[in-house]
């Protein structure tokens, strides 16, 4: 099982237009946010955050996967600003970057909780 969602920040049809070309991917309108959930699990999964900032623009943007593979990956976005990268594979930490008070990311745990509260 994996979960694979972005937010962001925009206007519903602006966002469905950046995902232009790739497939399985929803759209939900969510209050000023449109939530994206990929559910191939591999179009998004991977990415650095240099391309998260280009996909985010100027909007606000969170990203999250997990796996039971206890790979996770949390992106936090805000004014142009990358303010938190957490990236773990296969139960490793790769980058634990930034920092958000209102955001706890530990572990890939707490990315699937965040999800579940969050980003349903």
Not at 21 to 49: C, H, M, N, R
Not at 63 to 73: F, H, L, P, T
Request: hydrophobic letters at 40%.
């Amino acid at each position: 099982m994996f979960a694979c969602k972005v937010m962001i920040k925009a206007p519903f049809e602006q966002v469905k237009a950046r995902f232009e070309g790739y497939e399985d991917i929803e759209f939900s309108p969510k209050g000023d946010w449109v939530l994206a959930e990929d559910f191939s699990g591999t179009q998004l999964f991977g990415w650095e955050a240099s391309a998260w900032l280009e996909l985010a623009g100027e909007d606000e943007l969170v990203y999250a996967y997990y796996d039971e593979n206890m790979n996770g990956e949390f992106i936090f976005i805000r004014n142009g600003l990358c303010i938190r990268v957490y990236q773990e594979y296969d139960g490793e930490v790769d980058t634990d970057e930034g920092e958000n008070s209102d955001i706890s990311i530990a572990g890939w745990t707490d990315i699937a909780d965040y999800m579940d509260e969050h980003m349903v």
